[in-house]
């Protein structure tokens, strides 16, 4: 099976997380932030990834390194679990409604590194949730786990419909590309290898 676990610890947060891209069985995230559980929950359930994060972090002060760092450990996670990336279908592609809301995400698991951010949100906060965090989560993992991804909300006035249309969209584009395909024997790269 493809898994990977780690612990991270830094003066501002102490992370354990597991990922497992083949068992979406064992989900359970507790982060101290309500609403990012709950995303991180939708990313995975509709990713079929198995995903245990435990968090603590320096909350007195705001969500954001919480957030963040979770996102660098995520995507870390990610990248080790696929290993050398043979016959994995590399591309996904996802648009979810959440009611008036439709976010949208693309993404390639190429080795390649970047991120495009599309999203406006009217409410600030949600919970202790600081809805700019999204944007922070999104690169953080992008960047660790050396994927290109694209987010976008196409529209929606609601901000949770909004954030949590792109978190499912998230999982289900991620669990796409991560899927082995039998069809596949090497790797989808006229290099001949992802790196």
């Known amino acids: 099976m493809r898994t990977a676990t780690?612990?991270?610890?830094?003066?501002?947060?102490?992370?354990?997380?597991?990922?497992?891209?083949?068992?979406?069985s064992q989900v359970s995230i507790d982060t101290g932030v309500g609403f990012f559980d709950h995303m991180l929950n939708a990313f995975a359930r509709h990713g079929r990834i198995g995903l245990t994060v435990q968090a603590e972090g320096d909350l007195h002060i705001d969500s954001h390194h919480t957030v963040e760092?979770?996102?660098?450990?995520?995507?870390?996670?990610?990248?080790?679990?696929?290993?050398?990336?043979?016959?994995?279908?590399?591309?996904?592609?996802?648009?979810?409604?959440?009611?008036?809301?439709?976010?949208?995400?693309?993404?390639?698991?190429?080795?390649?590194?970047?991120?495009?951010?599309?999203?406006?949100?009217?409410?600030?906060?949600?919970?202790?949730?600081?809805?700019?965090?999204?944007?922070?989560?999104?690169?953080?993992?992008?960047?660790?786990?050396?994927?290109?991804?694209?987010?976008?909300v196409l529209y929606g006035d609601n901000t949770h419909h909004k954030i949590e249309a792109i978190f499912k969209a998230l999982g289900r584009a991620l669990g796409e590309a991560v899927r082995v395909n039998p069809d596949i024997e090497e790797v989808i790269s006229t290099k001949g290898l992802i790196e």
């Open 6 to 24: 780690k612990k991270r610890e830094t003066l501002e947060t102490k992370i354990e997380v597991a990922v497992n891209l083949d068992d979406p």
């Open 69 to 152: 760092d979770v996102g660098i450990v995520l995507g870390q996670l990610v990248r080790e679990a696929l290993g050398d990336k043979k016959s994995i279908n590399r591309y996904g592609t996802a648009y979810v409604p959440m009611d008036e809301a439709l976010g949208f995400v693309s993404l390639d698991i190429s080795g390649r590194p970047f991120f495009v951010f599309d999203a406006v949100f009217s409410n600030e906060k949600l919970g202790n949730f600081d809805t700019e965090l999204v944007q922070e989560f999104l690169q953080a993992f992008a960047f660790q786990s050396a994927i290109t991804l694209h987010a976008k």
